[in-house]
Nanobody, 124 residues
Framework: QVQLVESGGGLVQAGASLRLSCAVSGITINNYRMGWFRQAPGKGRQFVIAIDLSGSYRYYGDFEKGRFTISRDNFKNLVTLQINRLKPEDTAVYYC?????????????????WGQGTQVTVSP
């Protein structure tokens, strides 16, 4: 059974940083490109950032450059998302996902597996 388990979310003040983790089991992530999405209350799921198989290339969503950083450890089957300079509008559930597709990595439909998400709440 494939599981993606996100952790590291919580309640933080604006300007802080958070590091989210995604622990994967049931698949070997070195065969998957990995991505992070987020979903704010009342809104659709939004692409944040993704990383290629080896970790040498990133795909960025429409955000201020440098605020979101993704990394992967294929030995540990782990993916992380670093979020800097958090803003209240970053409040959302953050999801980790894995894709074996060569299609558009920014689209939800490209992904084979999803985690349950971790809540990030940013207070003003």
């Amino acid at each position: 059974q494939v599981q993606l388990v996100e952790s590291g979310g919580g309640l933080v003040q604006a300007g802080a940083s958070l590091r989210l983790s995604c622990a994967v089991s049931g698949i070997t992530i070195n065969n998957y490109r990995m991505g992070w999405f987020r979903q704010a209350p009342g809104k659709g799921r939004q692409f944040v950032i993704a990383i290629d198989l080896s970790g040498s290339y990133r795909y960025y969503g429409d955000f201020e450059k440098g605020r979101f950083t993704i990394s992967r450890d294929n030995f540990k089957n782990l993916v992380t998302l670093q979020i800097n300079r958090l803003k209240p509008e970053d409040t959302a559930v953050y999801y980790c996902a894995a894709t074996s597709s060569s299609g558009d990595i920014r689209t939800i439909d490209a992904y084979d597996y999803w985690g349950q998400g971790t809540q990030v709440t940013v207070s003003p």
